[in-house]
């Protein structure tokens, strides 16, 4: 059997082709890391970033940790997904209702292109972390509506389109800590203000992805149902381990998991990713990808502390599912 992804061709997609001797479903770049806190000024760290393509370019959306520590959004644009010009400046929300809008803390944003405009999801500081959500059209202003959820909630996650006539999303509800626990829920909107009729999609299981999971990119939509990378984690002795992996979801009704993998398909193993702020973590936010090839890169923060990139294809990641999976 085959898979097809749908939606438009890209025809600039970052990419390298899989070296001979790789037996895992997934590559890295081998100029990785791809993007380090040098790029930003006062940066302590730029990782666990959104992607995506903007007309015949690239625009994201980058979590820069400064100094101090404080977790920021900044704007970036790039010609070839690869070499990344980043404001220097953290993106600062235009917000009706300034309780809203009053910044208190931003990370791990998702960016995706629905409809007319480009959505922001990421993790809002509100009383606690929610999902904040944003729009904007051309990456210079960005308009902020009201937090998706109640606090405690991480990992929002946009479908690329409404199903059955409503906005889509993927969240993980936690708690105000470094949360040792954390199901993947989906809910639904009428006007991406008021969120309901929430969904069970999957728990933690065993192994590499016993303790927590949660949403990674924008799920693919393709012929066989919504290609979900997502990352999961176990507890160690030293602590959590991050690790990606990759579910078929329905396509009508995304709460139900055709397919999951058993095994991760990227887990830490390089230096850049056992070594930094926060070691042991390969965390995958966005993908780019192209119907025409299949072809896939995943942009995945490492170590807490800098950006890299990884390849595959749908077809790969498809076969991994039909031999490694529940």
Same mark, same amino acid.
């Given at each position: ?20 001797? !790789? ?19 006062? $940066? ?13 370019? *690239? ?6 940790? +400064? ?18 010009? /980043? ?19 931003? %990370? ?13 999801? @990421? !993790?809002?500081? %509100? ?20 937090? $998706? *959820? ?16 409503? *906005? ?26 008021? @969120? ?18 949660? $949403? ?13 990378? %997502? ?5 160690? !002795?030293?602590?959590? =381990?991050?690790?990606?992996? =990759? ?10 998991? /055709? ?5 991760? /398909? ?11 702020? =926060? ?5 995958? !936010? ?21 950006? $890299?990139?990884?390849?595959? +294809?749908?077809?790969?990641? %498809? ?8």
């Amino acid at each position: 059997m085959s898979i097809t992804i749908l939606g438009h061709k890209l025809k600039n997609l970052p990419w390298e082709e899989k070296p001979k001797d !790789c037996l895992e479903p997934v590559w890295r770049y081998s100029k990785n890391p791809l993007i380090t806190r040098e790029t930003v000024r006062g $940066a302590n760290s730029i990782f666990n970033s959104a992607v995506v393509a903007y007309k015949d370019e *690239f625009r994201g959306v980058f979590r820069i940790d +400064t100094k101090e520590l404080v977790m920021e959004l900044h704007s970036g644009r790039s010609e070839d997904g690869l070499s990344w010009n /980043i404001d220097q400046e953290r993106i600062e929300f235009n917000a009706e209702d300034p309780e809203i809008g009053r910044f208190v803390y931003g %990370y791990d944003p998702r960016v995706v292109f629905l409809e007319d405009r480009y959505y922001v999801t @990421w !993790c809002n500081g %509100y009383h606690g972390p929610t999902i904040g959500v944003a729009y904007t059209y051309d990456f210079e202003r960005f308009y902020q509506l009201e937090n $998706a *959820f109640l606090p405690f909630n991480r990992n929002g996650v946009l479908f690329p389109r409404k199903i059955k006539g409503k *906005f889509a999303m993927l969240s993980r509800p936690s708690d105000n800590g470094h949360t040792p626990f954390g199901d993947i829920f989906y809910s639904e909107s009428p006007d991406m203000i008021h @969120w309901g009729c929430h969904r069970h999609v999957m728990s933690p299981t065993a192994g590499w992805q016993s303790t927590k999971v949660g $949403a990674g990119p924008i799920p693919i939509e393709t012929s066989e149902g919504w290609l979900l990378i %997502y990352h999961g984690v176990w507890t160690s !002795c030293n602590g959590f =381990v991050y690790s990606a992996g =990759v579910a078929l979801l329905d396509l009508e009704r995304p709460w139900k998991v /055709i397919k999951r993998s058993k095994h991760y /398909i990227l887990n830490p193993r390089m230096p850049y990713e056992n070594i930094g702020d =926060v070691p042991n973590v390969t965390f995958p !936010c966005a993908s780019l990808q192209d119907p025409e090839t299949g072809r896939i890169a995943i942009y995945y923060g490492a170590a807490d502390t800098v950006t $890299a990139l990884a390849f595959t +294809t749908s077809e790969i990641l %498809y076969h991994f599912l039909q031999e490694h999976s529940y």
